[in-house]
C-alpha cells in the first residue's frame, strides 16, 4: 500500500523551522517585515498615506500600529511578535521626511530615508541575510 502524506511533511517542515528560529524568522521569510508605529495622532496620516503605502508598493510585507497606545507598548508589542523591522514616526520625522528605524536585533539604527529603508529590506530580501 503506498502512503502519501505531503501537507503532513510540510507541516512538520514548518514546525522544525519556526522552532529552530524561535518564531523570530529571517528578514525574507518573515510574514511581516516591518510595522509602521506613528507616535502621535498628528503624524498617522503621513505613516498611513506616505510611509505604509510607498512600502506597500515597493513589494514589502508591513503593517501599520494605529492604536492609540503609548510608543514604548506598540514597540514592545513588535517585538514580541518578532517583526523584523519597526519604522517609527513622529512629529520630527514627518517633518525632515525620515523614518527612525528600529531592528528587532540590533536596536535603533537611527534616521533613514523612505527610499533608503526600502532599498535594504530588499537587498536584505534579495540577499537572503539574516539581517
Known sequence: MLHRALLGSIERFFGMLIEHYA???PLWLSPV?????PIVDAS??????????????????VEIDERSEK??????????????????????EKQAGTLAIRHRQKGDLGPMTLDDFANRVKKETADRTAG
Do not use: N
Not at 498617522?44 to 510585507?61: I, K, P, S
Open 23 to 25: 518564531g523570530a524568522l
Open 33 to 37: 517585515q516591518a510595522v509602521v508605529i
Open 44 to 61: 498617522l496620516d503621513f505613516a498611513r498615506d506616505t510611509v505604509y503605502r510607498y512600502l506597500r508598493e515597493q513589494g514589502l510585507r
Open 71 to 92: 510608543m514604548q507598548a506598540k514597540i514592545r508589542d513588535a517585538q514580541l511578535q518578532k517583526i523584523p523591522y519597526m519604522v517609527v514616526i513622529g512629529g520630527r
